[in-house]
């Protein structure tokens, strides 16, 4: 006599796929996704006497945070030590 043979079934798989779906489809329906709007730049000319604390402080809105100003406007200059040069144009975030 010949041994039963098993056949294999992607019921089990399928059960399983169905079951993870189910209980994640609730949590993935509330989410939201949200995109950031695109930045707007205005171009400002470094003058003598101007320093990046002051030029991020006559841009940051009223009761603002200077120093997040004051990254924003390194990151998006690339500016390395916050050195300003005489005629330098910088890129301030509005």
């Known amino acids: 006599m010949?041994?039963?043979?098993?056949?294999?079934?992607?019921?089990?798989?399928?059960?399983?796929?169905?079951?993870?779906l189910m209980a994640a489809l609730p949590?993935?329906?509330?989410?939201?996704?949200?995109?950031?709007?695109?930045?707007?730049?205005?171009?400002?000319?470094?003058?003598?006497?101007?320093?990046?604390?002051?030029?991020?402080?006559s841009r940051t809105a009223s009761g603002g945070n200077v120093t997040e100003m004051v990254d924003r406007i390194v990151a998006v200059n690339g500016l390395h030590g916050g050195e300003l040069a005489l005629g330098q144009h910088l890129r301030i975030p509005q």
């Open 2 to 20: 010949l041994p039963r043979r098993t056949r294999f079934t992607l019921m089990p798989a399928i059960s399983l796929v169905a079951l993870s």
């Open 27 to 57: 949590s993935l329906a509330g989410m939201h996704a949200y995109a950031a709007g695109p930045e707007h730049y205005k171009t400002v000319t470094v003058r003598p006497g101007d320093t990046l604390w002051a030029l991020a402080a």
